[in-house]
């Protein structure tokens, strides 16, 4: 999901989770709870979120000194819906959150894994869950290596290996400004990726005046 900031990634995060619930033909009991990975920064405003618009779903902050470990974090799932951490918990408890298979596993400003070498994105994409989902206003920011390895995280192996892309898309596209290979990259892309822009006149329309606060 690639909406710029302010067009609704997070409610529609919440929206998704809400209706697989709701649509799912198991009970509470034998449901698998979701994992929402965020920048630090952002950790108390999805749980406000979640608490506003999805009261329902059980939410368990995994960050902090005083969060759950081991054996403790794995019984603490059977009673929540949602555990929302951040990229440097993921990383640092790589090892028990990859013992979990998630119902979901979302990545909130996803450009945060735009590295495929840093640990951080190693990590998240070792863990298990039947469904992923990428939140991010910059799917692009600098290069198209970002865009391959958001894309690695969402559908492993679906670009091919990182160096299959470098020479297919990045060199042409980077380089030589090939407009056959920038459009070959966009019909494959385009299945995967939401993108709305506040640029949009069907949009532009809808939201309310800017206002600054210093």
């Not at 009673?79 to 790589?94: F, N, P, Q």
């Not at 400004?177 to 299945?191: F, Y």
Request: with cysteine.
């Amino acid at each position: 999901v690639a909406y710029e900031m302010g067009l609704g990634k997070t409610i529609q995060a919440i929206a998704m989770l809400l209706h697989e619930r709701a649509d799912s033909e198991s009970g509470p009991a034998e449901q698998r709870p979701a994992l929402l990975v965020c920048p630090t920064s952002v950790v108390a405003n999805w749980r406000r979120e979640v608490e506003r618009f999805a009261p329902g779903l059980r939410v368990l902050v995994h960050h902090g000194g005083s969060r759950h470990e081991g054996e403790a974090f794995r019984q603490a799932l059977a009673a929540h819906d949602l555990v929302i951490t951040s990229y440097g918990t993921a990383r640092r408890d790589a090892d028990v959150i990859q013992g979990v298979e998630w119902s979901d596993l979302i990545l909130d400003e996803a450009q945060n894994i735009k590295n495929p070498s840093a640990k951080q994105s190693q990590a998240v994409r070792r863990f298990q869950a039947r469904n992923r989902v990428a939140l991010t206003g910059t799917p692009v920011e600098n290069h198209l290596t970002e865009l391959w390895s958001v894309l690695e995280f969402l559908n492993p192996g679906y670009l091919g290996s990182h160096e299959h892309f470098r020479q297919q898309f990045m060199l042409p596209i980077e380089r030589y400004n090939d407009e056959g290979q920038a459009a070959e990259l966009r019909r494959l892309v385009q299945p995967f990726l939401l993108r709305r822009l506040k640029s949009d006149p069907t949009i532009i329309s809808d939201l309310p005046e800017k206002n600054e606060m210093v």
